[in-house]
Nanobody, 123 residues
Framework: QVQLVESGGGSVQAGGSLRLSCFAS????????SGWFRQAPGKEREAVAI????????YYADSVKGRFTISQDRAKTTLYLQMDNLKPEDTAIYYC????????????????WGRGTQVTVSS
């Protein structure tokens, strides 16, 4: 049974940093799309940063380019999202996703999801 468990969320002031982690039990981040989505109140869930299969490509939403970095550990069991220079508009619940197929940016294409971790950025 695959489980994804996020950690590292919290509250910071604008300009601050947070590092999210997502540990996968029963799964290795490698052969499918995996990454981070976020959902703010009243908005749809959106892709923030995605690792393509076998590390062939990395996607970042335009709104986070240059500020967020996605990575994984050597064991391919933990996914990270380093978030720097955070802005109030980054406030959302952040979800780890894995087992994505066909297209990277569509949430419905991902088989496994974490429960989410809240990130709140104050001005």
């Amino acid at each position: 049974q695959v489980q994804l468990v996020e950690s590292g969320g919290g509250s910071v002031q604008a300009g601050g940093s947070l590092r999210l982690s997502c540990f996968a039990s029963g799964y290795y981040y490698s052969n499918n799309y995996s990454g981070w989505f976020r959902q703010a109140p009243g908005k749809e869930r959106e892709a923030v940063a995605i690792l393509y299969p076998a590390g062939t490509h990395t996607y970042y939403a335009d709104s986070v380019k240059g500020r967020f970095t996605i990575s994984q550990d050597r064991a391919k069991t933990t996914l990270y999202l380093q978030m720097d220079n955070l802005k109030p508009e980054d406030t959302a619940i952040y979800y780890c996703a894995a087992g994505g197929r066909f297209t990277a940016l569509v949430p419905a294409n991902y088989r496994y999801w974490g429960r989410g971790t809240q990130v709140t950025v104050s001005s």
